[in-house]
Each structure stands twice: as C-alpha cells, then as structure tokens.
C-alpha cells in the first residue's frame, strides 16, 4: 500500500486493514464519515471527503492557453460536489510539455483563462488547486522544439543532463507558476513528482547519477524539491495549498530512504513554525502558533529573514536557504557571480472609507466591500482601516466593525486597523475586540496602533474630552498602554488577575502606525513592525524610517526591521486621466487645510474630480497642499512604475500600502490593477552585483 494511500485512509479515518481485506464491508457511519467537512493540519477546510485527481484530457491550445472546451469540461466536474476538483499535469516550463493540447502556466498570457476556470471551480464550493510538472525525460521535442532534459542523460529518451544553471532556471519557474496560480486566484498547487517526470527523476538514483550538489546522497536529491517548496513558502502566504504527490515505492527510491516522506509530510508543522518567527503577521513570539487555521486562498507572505526576495536568481538563493536551515544539506556551490536583485515590496490597501457626494455611509461601506474582494484576487496583501471622529467624510469611526464586515466577504487578505488610537479607548476592549475578530477569522486580522485622537488638530481637545479620556492621558502613556495590551493579546500569565475573554492568547499581531519620530524610535525598540504615513507626513518619511531602523532591536516578533510606507497613490492608463482623478483628492486636503483657520470650511463627502484646480484655491493654499501631497505617486503606468520603484531603492521599503481614493469607483479598481501590474513589474530588476563565497 503506497504511502499517499496510507495517508489518505488516515485523512479520511478509515482503518488501513479493514479497507484493504473488506472494502465493501465499511460501517454505514464510516461511509457517512466521507460526506462530513474535513479541517486538514494546513488549514485548509474542506466540504467533503472526496477529492477529484487530476485529469489530463489535452483539450486546450497548443500555447497552452484554456480552450472553452476543457473550461467546460473542468467545470463539469467541480459540479460534481467535489471538495477539491485539481487541474490536470500543466507546465511550468515551456520545455516540460509532455502531452499535446496540454494546459500551461509558463507565461502571464495564459492567467486570463486560468482565472476563469478558478472563478468557475470556486463557484461550485469546490476547493481549486492547480497541478505543476515538467515532463522530463517524456518531454515532446515535437512540442517543445528542444531535447528532453533529466537529471542526467537518459539512452531511452534522449534525454540530456541539465546544466546547474538550467536546474536553477526550473525552480525559479516552478515558484513563479505557483505565484501565477496564486494571482489566477487558484487556492493551491500540487507539485508533480511522478516516476520520469524532472522533479520526480532527481529523488531516483537510477535515473541520477549526478556528482554536485543536486545528486548522490538523498539530501542533495531532494534539494530541487525542497528549494521549490521553500521558495513557494516564501512567495505565497500561508493559507496557499502546496501539496506534493510522489510514487517512491518501487520506482527507485530505497526503503530505508523513505525518511525523505517524514521531511515533506511535516511542511505544515515547517511552515507554522517559520510564522512564529521573524513574519511581523505572525502571532507575537513562540505562543503565536495556532491550530485549526481555516481554509483562505492566499497571498503572499514573505520570510522576512531575508532582505532581498526571490527573484531571477531564486534557485541558487532558496537552495542556500534551505541549505542554511537543515545541516543534514552540504552547502551549495560557491564562487558564482550574481545578479542582486531590488527588493519587490508586499503592497497592501488603505481605505479610508470615504463617502462620495450624494451617497450614504452604507453605501461607502459596500463599496469598501468590493473592494478588498478585487485587490484580493490581484494579490494584495492585507485591508486596513482606519479610526476617525467627527468626520462624517469617512464611515470608519469604529474600525472593529468594518474589519468583521470586510473580513466575512473576503476569504484570504488580512484585515485590520491601520489604525486603533489607542489612548481612545481600554487596552482591554481593545484586546477583546480584535481578539474576537481573530477567533473568527484566524489568522487574517492586524491591530495597528496610533497615539493621536483620530480627528483634526483643531479638535482634538474636544475629542479627548468626548471620547472620556482622562485629562491626565498623554501621549507619554502609549508605551505603558501598549504593554498592557500586548499582556491581554499574548498568552496568560501567572497570577494574571484581569484576562480578556476571546484575546488572551490569539497574539493578534501589532503594528505601530506614525507620521512622526516618537513611534518610530518605540517600534524600533520594541522589534515591532512600523508603518509610516507618508500621505499625511511625507517630509517626515525618511528620519523617521532611520529612527527606527536606527533603534531597532530584534524581538521574538521580528529579527529584523520591517518598514511599511502608506502612501498616496493615483494610477490610470495615462497621465492625464491619473491627474484628473488625482483632483478630488486635493479638494479633500484643500478643504483639512482650510478647516484650520475656520472649523465650518470641513468637507463632509469627497467631490467629483475637476478639469483643473487652479481656481479652486490660492496661491499660498495650492503650495501648502502640494507640500503635503509631494510624496503622491499620480500617472500613467510607466510614470507610476518609475515612481515606485524609486520609493523602493529610496527607503528599502518591505511593504507599500497604497491609499487610492479616486470618486468613481470602476477608477479606484482600475487604479489598484495598475498598481499591482507597477509592482510585479520591479521583480528581477537589477541593483548590483556581488560574488557570493
């Protein structure tokens, strides 16, 4: 009985020796047992037991894009109730095709269809996974124009030895075919190792005979697996389903080898614990682990243990990687010349909530709605909102409530404050407000925290006394305040006389929000994440990122700085229209600048966007709202990629959370694609180069 199967009757809790010996004689509670939901270690939920395995029917175009044909032909099956409906074998190299009509993901051009045919799969309650192989030693030279490759020569097939450089290319493909599932807003990957495909043919000695780092001991032949799941792991966020389907018995790989099966079948517990570390969504410290995460189709979230991300050289850094996390891996080659690559920053959202002329705060809150539901299938990171009083501009006074909103009709993006005035209100209240969220919704929800009252400067005095904050609170509090609050969100202590109710324990991740120094020094001192708002205090951006990184001391949260940047920005397919929609945005700060000399000149809705603002204001008032705004990213799609990309080099930045407040909302949707496309667009530039020893 092989190994998957043996796991699969565990999955499913039927006893190994009855199934084999008396199949048809399975208790009618054991048969029943299949129709209930099953809650896999990875989080992943399913509606049933029944998984439909991948089916090859090479029904699609020869460039690899989805056919109608086998788009109906899938979604004929998700409507078969199956839990899981997976795609057939479909390549991640263009040189991996084995089959005619075969399905790929090799290139951008084919995440069209692929979309398609996850939106339709999804749409049946069925959990969508896509499978990735390269056929190896069976690959097509019909098809593909080239010679089969192996990981060594192969007399059968023809097949010749891959290069280390090509074996480098392969993993780097297979992790961006899974970043393109994940974009396509498929729930996962399944990782093809069957006998005679590339992946599988490295784990089999008889088929590999290499002298390097990718051959010989069992180790170094599971080094291009574990360099593609470490690389996945890296790229995509943990609700991402990564699966990976071998055939060791009987095809080459030694019995007493089958320790190799311990190492994969224990990811999940690899990868809980690599959130636990230096991820600053992870809970705070070692009691941030959680079982019984629930099931979201993903996105990405990076270990930030490095500071560059995976890019064109991802093979030879994640097998460094790997190498560098389990002894039992001879370090890899060294001497080779390399190409740096710029850090591509997590981009996230910021909504404010605003409510445009004519229209209800309800209908700001849908329309929220509908928006992190976009930015998720682009692959945004997280949604946050913000706490504002006495700004009936914006529908987000009590931010707990829309994150539950948003976070119940999306399935996969963190939600959270960005943020939570904390002097506002009890660390308490707060604990068990977000701790309730997370019991929710584990695993996606963030608690950033701001010292300010979350109104104008004018008011602010008058808030305080509204809000019931004790005259005696200042801002001097916040440390002390926030140390309580992390006591009520982390696990119980001893003698702990006050315990929240659904908080203690879920180690809701915190964040420090600021547009000065103070918050930045303290979350540098503390090791927490930082977040800058760059579209209120753009002049202040640079000390205060220096400030922290400066002060900055390793916590079980973080090991090293992590730097995120809120930042206006405006994107349309040209500059002028960018411009345009970039007008409303102006009368709104036109409008804070004059609310300063008289309170009455507040603006209650955000306007339609003008052709020109020129006569909007004066002259002193059109310098003091330009200075605000000069960090604004606005324009075309080049003039935004230019743009951030210099941010990027400019700050190091590992995380942009982009405001994009335009008056029509199909603009403000247009405007967050643009930006995602901006953002992919910067993986793999080049920086510098270095020689690694």
């Known amino acids: 009985m092989s190994f998957f199967f043996r796991k699969m009757l565990k999955a499913v809790d039927l006893p190994s020796s009855n199934f084999l010996t008396k199949p048809l004689r399975c208790s009618i509670s054991r ?151 994940e974009r396509a807003a498929f729930d996962g990957v399944e990782i093809h190792g069957g006998p005679g495909y590339l992946l599988g043919s490295f784990l089999r000695p008889v088929m590999n005979q ?15 697996l574990r360099a593609i799941i470490a690389g996945i792991r890296e790229r995509c966020r943990p609700g991402f389903v990564l699966t990976l389907r071998l055939l060791p018995e009987g095809h080459g790989v030694k019995f007493g080898e089958m320790r190799l099966l311990d190492w994969f079948a224990d990811l999940p517990r690899l990868h809980a614990a690599r959130r636990r570390g230096p991820h600053p969504d992870n809970a705070q410290g070692a009691a941030g682990h959680r079982s019984g995460r629930r099931f979201r189709p993903c996105r990405p979230r990076r270990d930030h243990s490095s500071r560059f991300p995976l890019a064109t050289s991802a093979g030879r ?71 504002h009083h006495n700004v009936a501009l914006f529908a987000s006074c009590a931010p707990a409530v829309p994150i539950g909103y948003i976070a119940g009709a999306t399935q996969s993006i963190r939600v959270g404050a960005g943020g939570v005035m904390l002097l506002n209100h009890a660390p308490l209240v707060i604990a068990e407000q977000f701790g309730t969220l997370e ?146 945005v102006q009368q709104l700060y036109l409008a804070a600048v004059r609310s300063r000399a008289d309170a009455n000149q507040t603006q209650d809705r955000l306007l339609p966007p003008v052709e020109s603002t020129d006569e909007l204001w004066s002259e002193s008032e059109k310098q003091t709202v330009e200075e605000r705004m000069h960090s604004a990213i606005v324009g075309g799609r080049k003039t935004v990629g230019t743009a951030i990309q210099s941010l990027v080099q400019q700050t190091g930045a590992d995380e942009l959370i982009f405001w994009s407040e335009t008056y029509s909302y199909p603009d403000r949707l247009r405007s967050y694609t643009i930006l995602a496309e901006a953002v992919e667009s910067l993986k793999g530039t080049a920086r510098s180069r270095f020689c690694c020893s």
């Open 210 to 224: 290499r002298g390097d780092v990718y051959g010989g001991s069992l180790d170094n032949r599971a080094r291009i």
């Open 439 to 584: 019991s929710i919704y584990p695993g996606r929800i963030d608690l950033g925290l701001g010292r300010a009252a979350g109104s104008s400067s004018a008011q602010e005095e008058m808030m305080k006394k509204v809000l019931r904050r004790d005259p005696k609170v200042t801002g001097d509090n916040f440390p002390e305040w926030l140390a309580e609050l992390q006591r009520y969100l982390g696990p119980a202590q001893e003698n702990q006389e006050v315990k929240s109710g659904p908080g203690q324990g879920t180690n809701v991740p915190v964040y420090l929000l600021s547009s000065s120094g103070y918050s930045a020094q303290l979350a540098g001192e503390l090791g927490l994440p930082f977040a800058f708002a760059a579209h209120i205090a753009s002049q202040n951006l640079e000390s205060s990122v220096n400030l922290y990184r400066q002060h900055f001391r390793p916590s079980e949260t973080l090991k090293q700085p992590y730097v995120m940047i809120a930042i206006s920005a405006f994107a349309a397919e040209t500059n002028e229209e960018a411009q345009k929609s970039f007008t409303s």
């Open 31 to 181: 048969r029943a047992d299949l129709f209930a939901p099953l809650t896999l270690s990875s989080g992943v939920m399913m509606k049933n037991r029944f998984m439909l395995a991948p089916l090859t029917n090479c029904q699609s175009y020869e460039d690899g894009r989805l056919s109608e044909e086998e788009f109906r032909w899938r979604v004929m099956r998700a409507r078969g109730d199956f839990a899981v409906t997976m795609t057939g074998v479909t390549s991640a190299q263009a040189s991996g095709k084995g089959f005619a009509g075969q399905l790929g993901i090799y290139s951008d051009e084919h995440i069209e269809g692929l979309s398609r045919l996850a939106a339709a799969i999804r749409a049946e309650s069925s959990i969508a996974p896509i499978q990735l192989y390269h056929s190896g030693i069976w690959s097509v030279s019909a098809l593909t124009g080239t010679d089969p490759v192996g990981p060594s020569a192969h007399a059968k097939s023809g097949a010749r030895t891959l290069t280390e450089s090509e074996i480098e290319q392969v993993i780097a493909d297979f992790i961006t075919a899974a970043e393109r599932a």
């Open 317 to 387: 850094r994640i097998c460094a990687r790997v190498a560098a996390s389990d002894t039992r891996l001879s370090e890899p080659h060294s001497n080779h010349i390399r190409t740096r690559t710029m850090k591509t920053p997590v981009i996230s959202v910021f909504d404010l909530v605003a409510v445009r002329q004519e229209k209800t705060p309800s209908e700001a809150i849908a329309r929220s709605v509908e928006l992190a539901q976009h930015v998720e299938t682009l692959g945004y990171h997280r949604f946050w909102v913000p706490e």
